[in-house]
């Protein structure tokens, strides 16, 4: 079963605009990772954040966990046609490496 | 080198009928993992090897679902009496033994039951 929601589940902006997902899960967790799937088909691992960081970044990417809360973000900045997909985030448990994936976001990026 | 690769991409069966989904995982992953996702929701977890044995296959919904990976290396996932509740694409991944934190994804087989 789905262990989280994600937020919004969909969002629509301009290029060059900034884009923000969020993200809450139930578990407590050893990492929380965001995955890109275009076209209902593959997915694509962009970033992962282990439960003792609060920030981390990658390119236009900037990610926020707040274990507290349960909940994750992924910023994405200055936004391109190309990144026009839907988001997922998934959390991983210490003591288990399978992936529990919330419902996503889908992003269209509009030129 | 090669990524993830599923056969086939499409797969359009009848009720009732038996389906077997084939993953070939990148050379040298031990772990590999089946999930399952419907349309408009994210992909939910189904069994996961760590080399041959099966490691946890908590994911699988029933009896009808049933996975191998004989050699350690590609794996079967294979569905008796198809519903058409099966209807999905089945997603597999796979991750090297000393990152089991990443795992690459093949591009899916979508899975008709008609």
């Known amino acids: 079963s789905q262990q989280g929601e994600e937020d919004p589940q969909a969002l629509s902006i301009q290029e060059g605009e900034n884009a923000t997902m969020n993200c809450s899960y139930k578990?407590?967790?050893?990492?929380l990772q965001w995955y890109r799937q275009n076209s209902g088909r593959g997915l694509v691992h962009l970033i992962l954040?282990?439960?003792?960081?609060r920030e981390k970044h990658s390119g236009r990417l900037r990610v926020t966990l707040d274990t507290s809360k349960k909940s994750s973000s992924l910023l994405i900045t200055a936004s391109r046609a190309a990144d026009t997909a839907s988001y997922f985030c998934?959390?991983?448990?210490?003591?288990?490496?399978?992936?529990?994936f919330g419902a996503g976001t889908i992003l269209r990026v509009k030129s | 080198g090669a990524g993830v690769s599923q056969t086939p991409s499409n797969k359009v069966t009848e009720k009732g009928k038996y389906v077997e989904l084939r993953c070939d995982p990148i050379?040298?992953?031990?772990?590999l993992y089946w999930y399952r996702q419907s349309l408009g929701q994210g992909p939910e977890f189904l069994i996961y090897?760590?080399?041959?044995?099966?490691?946890?296959d908590s994911g699988l919904p029933n009896d009808r679902f049933f996975a191998v990976r004989p050699e350690g290396s590609v794996s079967t996932l294979k569905i008796q009496r198809t519903e058409r509740g099966d209807s999905a694409v089945y997603l597999c991944?796979?991750?090297?033994?000393?990152?089991?934190?990443?795992?690459?994804f093949g591009p899916g087989t979508r899975l008709l039951v008609l």
């Open positions: 991944a796979s991750s090297f033994l000393r990152d089991q934190e990443t795992q690459y």
């Open positions: 578990t407590s967790i050893n990492n």
């Open positions: 954040i282990r439960s003792n960081e």
């Open positions: 998934a959390t991983q448990r210490l003591d288990g490496n399978k992936l529990v």
């Open positions: 050379s040298g992953h031990t772990a």
């Open positions: 090897f760590q080399g041959t044995g099966a490691a946890d």
